[in-house]
């Protein structure tokens, strides 16, 4: 990840190509010190603590008040925090330089990106490149191929890591500009918008492709006995799977936990194959 086009300003005061790198990589352990009360904060202040310690070398008061103020509530998709992070160190190293603004602005910053980048986050990473990148490692994996878990791994983590590491650096670059581009244009609204629209559809086919429930017990005698799997099928193929989805997504709605739905799945599919239903 050190060989990149992308250049940083090297000047005195300045993060230089190695630090960003650091921080680059520090960045993966965002979520390893979370908690209910403040979420991120931790594991955000820890990332940019290098930085903070050299933009306030000089200054050991100006360095509290900076970490004091980087542990106030951060929460974000964890693959989009770095362009927050970059965009809020260069707000950092500005304000370390000419105190020209108030401190309370990077903060500021801060909360206006979470909100959009969580929901643009989330559409891309987890309603959009998982479910695709899932649906081809599973694919492989169903027909046998050990490669499946490594396509998954890679395929998925080509897009988080170049996301993590152009953000980081971008964001340290243009600063707030890009940002405020992008929030004039609708762009990310847009954009969060699109890619949810894009997610469900993946999901859509997921459920059609991969989830099976062969209802073997028959209905009738002789040639004319059919299974109860045909007799759906004959009124709308893959209703089950549809209607196995539906229902988990509503009782997650309700508060049901995830854990809890997929055991009562296992249990119920348990005992319909011990009476001979599958």
């Known amino acids: 990840m050190t060989t990149s086009n992308v250049t940083v300003n090297e000047e ?3 993060l230089t190509k190695k630090e960003l790198v650091n921080i680059f990589w520090r960045g993966h352990l965002l979520q390893a010190s979370w908690n209910f009360e403040r979420m991120q904060s931790l594991g955000y202040t820890w990332i940019i603590l290098p930085a903070l310690k050299k933009y306030y070398k000089d200054d050991p ?5 900076a970490v004091a103020r980087n542990l106030e509530f951060f929460n974000v998709q964890p693959y989009l925090a770095l362009p927050v992070i970059g ?4 707000m950092e190293e500005k304000y370390a330089e000419t105190k020209a603004f108030e401190d309370s602005s990077i903060s500021s910053l801060k909360v206006s990106l979470m909100g959009p980048l969580a929901g643009i986050g ?7 490149i998982a479910p695709i990148t899932l649906g081809i490692g599973i694919a492989l994996a169903a027909g046998g191929n050990l490669l499946g878990v490594i396509a998954f791994l890679i395929l998925f983590n080509i897009p988080h890591l170049l996301t993590k590491y152009y953000g980081l650096m971008e964001g340290y670059r243009q600063g707030t500009k890009v940002f405020e581009q992008l929030a004039h244009t609708n762009a990310l609204q847009r954009l969060s918008e699109a ?3 894009v997610g469900l559809m993946v ?4 459920v059609a492709t991969m989830i099976n429930i062969p209802l073997d017990f028959k209905i009738g005698a002789g ?8 007799i759906l099928d004959g009124i709308m193929p893959k209703i089950l799977p549809l209607l196995l989805t539906l229902g988990a997504a509503k009782m997650m709605r309700k508060g049901t936990s995830a854990t809890w ?3 009562g799945i296992i249990a119920i599919c348990i005992v319909l194959a011990g009476i001979g239903f599958f």
């Open 61 to 65: 008061e100006g360095l509290q008040r």
């Open 87 to 90: 965009t809020a160190l260069a």
């Open 195 to 197: 890619m949810t629209v």
């Open 203 to 206: 999901l859509g086919v997921m």
């Open 12 to 14: 005195a005061g300045k």
């Open 261 to 263: 739905i997929l055991l």
């Open 223 to 230: 040639t004319s006995a059919m299974t109860v799997q045909q």
């Open 122 to 128: 989330d559409s891309i990473f987890w309603f959009t």
